[in-house]
């Protein structure tokens, strides 16, 4: 069974710093790409970043650009995304997800949410003061 489980949101001041965790289970995490998207109310899911399965390129939406960085632990079967300067911009519930990406590219799969075929249920980051 496909799992994927997001923690560590929460509270935090703008300019403050979190670092979010997606832990996987139940397929080799080797084999799919990853993304983190995000979504506020009233406003349409965004890929925030994604990385790929084999060489580790990745995606960074230009709003995220110099402030997030995405990691993955295969071994761990974990993929984190640290999110420093935080703006109240970035209040949303963050999701992470995962799919093949055999003949596309982390670009293209973060620009169109359906090309991930799992998902978690989503951890809330709110930055206020």
């Known amino acids: 069974q496909v799992q994927l489980v997001e923690s560590g949101g929460g509270l935090v001041q703008p300019g403050g710093s979190l670092r979010l965790s997606c832990a996987t289970s139940?397929?080799?995490?080797?084999?799919?790409?990853i993304g983190w998207f995000r979504q506020a109310p009233g406003k349409e899911r965004e890929g925030v970043s994604c990385i790929s399965s084999s060489d580790d390129s990745t995606y960074y939406a230009d709003s995220v650009k110099g402030r997030f960085t995405i990691s993955r632990d295969n071994a761990n079967n974990t993929v984190n995304l640290q999110m420093n300067s935080l703006k109240p911009e970035d209040t949303a519930v963050y999701y992470c997800?995962?799919?093949?990406?055999?003949?596309?590219?982390?670009?293209?799969?973060?620009?169109?949410?359906?090309?991930?075929?799992?998902w978690g249920q989503g951890t809330q980051v709110i930055v206020s003061s």
């Open positions: 139940g397929f080799t995490l080797d084999y799919y790409a």
């Open positions: 997800a995962a799919g093949r990406d055999w003949v596309t590219t982390v670009q293209t799969m973060c620009l169109f949410p359906g090309s991930f075929s799992s």
